[in-house]
């Protein structure tokens, strides 16, 4: 192990016992759903944030296995879709402008590529020249909230603004499974940030189904996934965070993803002295302003469900409500304003 592993270890161990306050939180969904039988359990470290898994109502054998194998492809999708791990596709194509993109990478790649698409949403996967210029150009964890960064000027936010168009993006099939992608314009990289812990989750549900799962929560970093119900037959309870402290509601959920973003988990200091979040306004190009603490969205489908969330955290107050009146009967909608109000839509 080299010095720079150390540090990165180091790193990592403190992260975790930084974020023990959140793992208390992510206990009380477990204390609070766990039925007669014996739940099954393991947190793990990956993506930048602590993830619990339980799974309830199977022999301890088959929770082991199903749990191994959630933790081994959980970090292997860790590695693949990362936009800074140097042997992963994704930082390779970003790094040429072009490459190839097979499995895990590809299919979460297309999925990306067709929400960045959809003009609904603010999402789009070309964000992560916008990232670098707002400091968040690796992937250190917890430390980034002592980041203090130049603000970026307007020729630069706009500069980074002009790789941001999906139609840049070229597409070909290639032998086998493979994506030839390529990029138009030299610049332009792509982030999976805001799809990856939603895309992981639904792969790990898929996991523990094939294993005869029939009950499990998931909680990877705000994305909760709930398979069945609890082994009493009753739905699930998530809570959903006030970052000022405890939940500000309660969702009764079963076979469903309710996923959280806020300006609050992330964020660095500006030279200027305010704090800048992750989560950019494709629009502006900015941090997003929109009012809102959190939004959460709460969905059959975990990859949906973590785009949604980010996007509806950009759109604000009436972008959601618009959005819901839209999608009537395939989501539900929590918001956490600025002047404290919290709306179930
Ligand atoms: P978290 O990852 O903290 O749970 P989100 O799911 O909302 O939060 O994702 C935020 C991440 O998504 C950012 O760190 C960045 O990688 C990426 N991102 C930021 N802005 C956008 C955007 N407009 N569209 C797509 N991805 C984005
Ligand atoms: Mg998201």
Known sequence: MDRSDNNTLLIRLIGAAVCTAALIAL?????????????????????????????????????????????????????????HDKESSIYK??????????GYARECFMLAYSYSADE????????????????????????????????????????????????????SDEEGDSLYVRFKKEGMAVDLGGIAKGYASSLVMD????????????????????????????PFRVGIRDPEGGYFDVVCVSDMAVVTSGGYERYVTGE???????????????????????????????????????????????????YASQHIGELEILLLCDDGESLHL
């Open 272 to 322: 200027d002295g305010k704090v800048y979040h992750h989560i950019i306004d494709p629009l502006t190009g900015r941090p997003a302003e929109s009012g809102l603490i959190s939004a959460t969205a709460v969905c059959t489908d975990p990859t949906l469900a973590d785009v949604l969330s980010t996007s509806l955290f950009i759109m604000g107050r009436e972008g959601a409500e618009k």
């Open 207 to 234: 996991l523990f189904r094939e294993h005869g799962i029939k009950s499990a929560l998931i909680n990877l970093g705000g994305n909760v996934v709930t398979l069945g119900s609890k082994t009493d037959g009753t």
């Open 120 to 171: 609904e949403l603010p999402f789009n996967m070309l964000i992560l020249p916008l990232m670098e210029i707002w400091g968040f150009g690796d992937d250190s964890n917890e430390f980034i909230k002592d980041r203090v960064i130049p603000v970026p000027t307007e020729d630069e936010i706009e500069a980074a603004l002009a790789y941001e168009d999906i139609d840049d993006i070229e597409l």
């Open 27 to 83: 206990f009380i969904f477990s204390v609070n759903n766990r039925s007669k039988d014996t739940a099954f359990s393991r947190n793990i470290f990956a993506m930048d944030t602590i993830m619990e898994l339980a799974v309830y109502g199977v022999d301890a054998d088959t929770a082991t296995i199903a749990l191994d194998e959630a933790e081994s492809l959980i970090n292997e999708l860790d590695h693949e879709l990362s936009a």
């Open 93 to 102: 194509l970003n790094e040429a402008g072009e490459g190839i993109l097979s």
